[in-house]
Structure formats: structure tokens, C-alpha cells
């Protein structure tokens, strides 16, 4: 009999059966390294992008090094065409000046009452000058008029000989604004004051200096967007030149799968570099004119008694000009790049 081989073989196989070991917690290391692997990949490929720039934009300056003449006469009607706005803008910024002491000299002048004294146009000075809206007054008495009126009318000997002085007493009122309705409000104002006869405001040759300041400007922007289409026109047909001279190379390089964004941007660095090249031009061709017109300006101020010189274009206005011409050049040139890519088939 074998009763007891049943208990030592289930015995054995007890032992025998292997133990499950407990589950690992999952290994990290592996997704980090993914992840560490896909940033190097985005920061290669970033460097990859910024290397292709600043081929591309090297690569744009050589080819305009190579034919320089062609290249520079593009590069003088860009010039030119900045020029002329940018002159008119710096006119208008001497009229602006003048404008400024214009405004200065605006004025209102109180007469009095030929019966008025000087007490009592002390006490008129004082109320005027009570009111919020005047900034100074200067009071003229009737010797001091006389004596002004002389030297500018040049009647010395026949004015002495009068008896009586016929000049009132005046005021003269400086305000605050120098809007054409506030000075008319001020001046109803001034005129209801006891002892005053007349108040008279001169502004029409204000106003019809800020309409030609206003004209000015209109006019100059209509040039400066009128003369920034030209540069638009000349940068564009520049780059359809040379898109349509390298057409066979465009066409190899997209059938291997570049892009549109690929093939365009050494043409936008070309249209940049022709900006660039237009600004600085225009520069020089603005230092010059106001090198070769200073001298005879200031010499027409002098027979006026009076001083002169013409505005130049500071550190703000040379960027803003360097700016406007590059970004107008690489304008052109996606306009032009981007037309011209959508009639290309590789075949």
C-alpha cells in the first residue's frame, strides 16, 4: 500500500511552485529620456531655422554685392522716392515751430475809455487778471502807446505838434487757449468790464496758417502712401526678375518638399537689403540737400532780422525712415514672391 505518496507529492509541488515577485513600480528613466530627446530635437531644429536665416540673409547680400550697379540704381529710386516726403514731413516741422511761436504771440487788447485814469485801469488790470483763463496782462499807458505808435509809424515831427494825446489807455491780454471760440468767449467777457470800450481779437491769420499746416500734412501723407506704393511697384518688379531667373532652381528645390516658406525667404532678405540700402540713401541725399540749402536760408532769414535753419532728421526720424524703407522692401518682395509661387508647378 502507498498512502503516503499522495501527501509528499502535493508536499513537493507546494514547494516547488514558484513565488510571483511583487510588480515593479515602471522605470521612468525611459519617458524622461523621450521627453529629453523630442526638446533636443525642437532645439536642433530651432538652430537648424536660425542657421537657414542667417544663410539665406547673408546669401541675399552676396548676390547684390555681385552686380552692384544694377542693384544700386534700384536701390536710388527707392531713395528718391522716400526723399521727397521725408523733405515735405521736415518742412512742415519748421512750420510747426512756427506755429508754436505763433501761438505766443497770440493776443487780446483791451482799450479803455479815453476818460479812464490809471487808477482806474489799475483796477480793470487786476479784475482781468481774476479771470482763469488769462495767463499775463501788460498794461500801456496813453504816453507809452504815443511813443510806440511814432517809432513804428515813423511820424515822429508830425505827430508832436498834436495838443491832446488821442490814445486810450490798453491792456494787452495774453490767454490760455488760443482756440479762436475761447478767445471770442474771453474777449465778450473782457468787454462787458466797466471802463472798457473795445476789445479786439486778430486770429484769422492764425487760422489760416494752421489751414495751410493742416493742407501740409494731408498733402504729405497722400506723397508719403503715393511714393510708398512706388517703392512697393519697384521692389516687386525687382523680385519678379529674379524669382523668374531662378524659376528652374524653385522648381528642383520643391519637388523635393520645401516649402513656400522655404523658397520665399532669401527673396524677402533681397527686398529687405534693397530697403535697407533706399534708407540709407535717402539719408544721405537729406544731409546733403540741407547741407547745400542751409547757407542761402540763412542768409534770407538775416535779411529779415530774424534766424533760420533748416530741420534735420534726428535719431527717432532716421529709425522711423530706416524702418518704413525696410519694411516696405520686404513687403514688395512677399507680394511679388507670393504671386509668383502660386503659378509655379513642379513637374
Known amino acids: 500500500m502507498k498512502p503516503s505518496a499522495t501527501p509528499r507529492r502535493r508536499q513537493g509541488a507546494a514547494l516547488k511552485t514558484p513565488r510571483r515577485s511583487p510588480a515593479k513600480a515602471p522605470d521612468n528613466k525611459l519617458s524622461q529620456r523621450g521627453a529629453r530627446s523630442h526638446q533636443a530635437r525642437f532645439s536642433s531644429r530651432l538652430r537648424a531655422w536660425g542657421r537657414h536665416h542667417r544663410s539665406m540673409a547673408g546669401d541675399s547680400f552676396y548676390r547684390l554685392v555681385r552686380y552692384p550697379v544694377g542693384n544700386l540704381l534700384t536701390m536710388l529710386a527707392i531713395a528718391i522716392a522716400l526723399v521727397?516726403?521725408?523733405?515735405?514731413?521736415?518742412t512742415l516741422d519748421s512750420a510747426r515751430l512756427l506755429d508754436a511761436e505763433l501761438d505766443e504771440s497770440a493776443t487780446l487788447t483791451m482799450y479803455l475809455e479815453l476818460a479812464a485814469d490809471d487808477a482806474q485801469a489799475l483796477r480793470i488790470e487786476e479784475a482781468v487778471n481774476a479771470e482763469g483763463s488769462v495767463l499775463e496782462t501788460q498794461l500801456i499807458s496813453a504816453d507809452q502807446g504815443m511813443v510806440e505808435f511814432q517809432q513804428a509809424l515813423g511820424l515822429d515831427d508830425a505827430l508832436a505838434g498834436l495838443d491832446d494825446n488821442p490814445l486810450p489807455i490798453s491792456i494787452v491780454v495774453r490767454p490760455e487757449s488760443v482756440d479762436p471760440a475761447a478767445m471770442q468767449q474771453l474777449a465778450n467777457t473782457l468787454e462787458a468790464l466797466s471802463g472798457v470800450d473795445e476789445?479786439?481779437?486778430d486770429l484769422a491769420w492764425v487760422e489760416r496758417l494752421r489751414n495751410l499746416a493742416e493742407l501740409g500734412r494731408r498733402v504729405a501723407l497722400a506723397l508719403g502712401a503715393l511714393f510708398g506704393?512706388?517703392?512697393?511697384?519697384?521692389?516687386?518688379n525687382t523680385i519678379r526678375l529674379s524669382v523668374e531667373s531662378r524659376r528652374r532652381e524653385i522648381e528642383v528645390v520643391m519637388l523635393i518638399g520645401a516649402t513656400h516658406a522655404f523658397v520665399r525667404r532669401p527673396f524677402l532678405y533681397s527686398g529687405a537689403w534693397y530697403g535697407v540700402g533706399g534708407g540709407l540713401l535717402a539719408l544721405g541725399l537729406l544731409g546733403v540737400g540741407n547741407h547745400w540749402l542751409s547757407l542761402p536760408v540763412a542768409a534770407l532769414a538775416a535779411s529779415y532780422g530774424a534766424s533760420f535753419s533748416l530741420p534735420q532728421l534726428d535719431v527717432t526720424?532716421?529709425?522711423?525712415?530706416?524702418?518704413?524703407?525696410?519694411?516696405?522692401?520686404?513687403?514688395g518682395a512677399w507680394l511679388a514672391v507670393t504671386r509668383h509661387l502660386s503659378s509655379i508647378r513642379p513637374r
Do not use: E, N
Open 229 to 236: 506704393l512706388g517703392v512697393l511697384l519697384v521692389v516687386g
Open 199 to 201: 476789445v479786439r481779437v
Open 317 to 331: 526720424g532716421s529709425t522711423i525712415l530706416l524702418s518704413c524703407s525696410t519694411l516696405l522692401g520686404w513687403l
Open 84 to 90: 521727397l516726403p521725408a523733405a515735405l514731413w521736415l
